[in-house]
């Protein structure tokens, strides 16, 4: 079995290498100490910036790019130094010994050094990270700039949302059990639970547990989902006979949702990656869900006269930071503007697939407004025959166009819906 902190240097520099953390931890995920891997990937991409900044003070001169993998050992040592419960001499002594085993003797000095320092002086380093916005809140400066122009009063609230662990939420199969029964299995198994307050189907764990310990996962009785996914069924309430397309459906977790609520709709599912699709045909077939499954880029899909389409658009996923706290380390603002752009191409695509009169929900699960309520005044603009329905809920806030969910809020992630109906 190899080492703990070994393979959390392979994911950490796998994910600096531009890897998403999850893919990342795909090579592990039988490792038998997984959860301490994931412990200490997820801390260090939650506090890089504020890591990173500490290390500067530490450190007389950057170490060279080669060295890397130093780094990221006083990285990992420097997370768990104040967020784990190991004992300070092992993390110093462990993380000397890594040195050894990457075949880098004269880091030992360095690593030891500086690792001491932050004991010693930890209050005093961790003062003069005040000096700096990106360092306290760990977050870059554009995503600070851009989340604090936004939210001129809640931008400090949802930077430390960002910071915190998301809760592990689950969607019962109502096609198979009620949520009150489900909730009752649980408690047999000694897993505690509440009922969500928002989705009639949505329960919330008061601890995460591995998915194989949830009675009857295997057999369709539940699903992973945040409470704030789960309501774009009840915003679109699909009724029995509609044809209906999830626009852009993989893994599946709101197409399935959809047929759960509704089994007796014809439901499409579209997406233009078919490994992505495997997902959502592996769910269909756990939850014995039905639905037509289709490979394709939905800018050239000509199939039209839906009653209903969601589109649960691709996007920066900046509402979900806490669940992916790598997308502060890996997402750029290129990437924010080419997720901007295909939106638009996107939605003029999905109004293509409307019959007149039908409906059509947009979907991110981020919090910029150039991606939620700026993208849907351009839609409105562009598109005469469209108008939008504004969605009365008690979640959540009215946007210009829309409504908003911000990170942490109700426990929930931060996430955006807004209804439109053809004329
Ligand atoms: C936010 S995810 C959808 C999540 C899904 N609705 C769920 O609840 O599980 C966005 C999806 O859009 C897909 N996508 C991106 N560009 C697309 C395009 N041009 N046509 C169709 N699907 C696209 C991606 O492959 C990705 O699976």
Not at 223 to 247: F, N, T, W
């Amino acid at each position: 079995m190899r080492d703990v902190r070994a393979v959390s240097i392979d994911v950490i520099q796998a994910v600096l290498d531009g890897a998403p953390l999850n893919d990342a931890l795909d090579h592990h995920r039988d490792h038998p100490r997984l959860p301490e891997i994931q412990f200490i990937t997820f801390g260090v991409f939650r506090f890089y910036d504020q890591l990173q900044a500490l290390l500067a003070l530490l450190l007389n001169k950057s170490l060279k790019a080669k060295d890397r993998d130093i780094e990221v050992v006083l990285l990992i040592a420097l997370f768990q130094l104040q967020h784990s419960r190991v004992k300070p001499y092992a993390i110093v002594d462990e993380s000397v010994k890594l040195c050894v085993s990457l075949k880098k003797v004269w880091a030992k000095g360095v690593v030891n050094a500086s690792l001491r320092r932050f004991q010693r002086e930890h209050e005093a380093l961790l003062g003069e990270l005040v000096q700096s916005e990106e360092a306290f809140y760990s977050h870059p400066q554009y995503l600070i700039d851009r989340i604090k122009s936004a939210y001129p009063s809640d931008w400090q609230a949802i930077l430390d949302a960002n910071n915190g662990q998301a809760p592990m939420s689950l969607r019962v199969n109502t096609q198979q059990a009620s949520r009150d029964s489900y909730l009752a299995s649980l408690k047999n198994a000694g897993i505690e639970a509440d009922v969500c307050e928002h989705s009639t189907a949505g329960l919330r764990l008061r601890s995460a547990v591995n998915v194989s310990a949830l009675p009857n996962f295997s057999e369709g009785a539940v699903s992973v989902q945040d409470e704030a996914a789960q309501l774009a069924v009840y915003i679109l309430a699909p009724k029995s006979g509609e044809k209906i397309l999830d626009a852009c459906a993989a893994p599946g977790g709101k197409a399935c949702h959809l047929w759960e609520y509704e089994p007796a709709v014809r439901l499409t599912a579209l997406d233009v990656s078919e490994s992505r699709l495997n997902k959502v045909r592996e769910n269909c077939t756990r939850l014995k869900a039905n639905m037509q499954t289709v490979c394709a880029d939905l800018r050239q899909y000509s199939e039209t006269g839906f009653d209903a389409v969601l589109l649960d658009a691709p996007c920066s996923a900046l509402g979900v930071i806490r669940r992916h706290p790598d997308i502060k380390t890996l997402r750029s603002e290129e990437d924010i503007a080419s997720a901007v752009a295909l939106q638009a191409e996107v939605l003029d695509a999905a109004w293509r697939c409307l019959k007149s009169g039908g409906r059509l929900l947009y979907a991110t699960c981020s919090i910029l407004p150039e991606e939620n309520s700026e993208q849907i005044a351009a839609f409105l603009a562009r598109h005469a025959d469209a108008r939008e329905q504004p969605i009365d809920a008690s979640w959540g806030h009215a946007m210009a166009h829309g409504r908003q969910i911000l990170p942490g809020e109700s426990a929930m992630d931060g996430f955006y819906y807004a209804l439109l109906v053809m004329a």
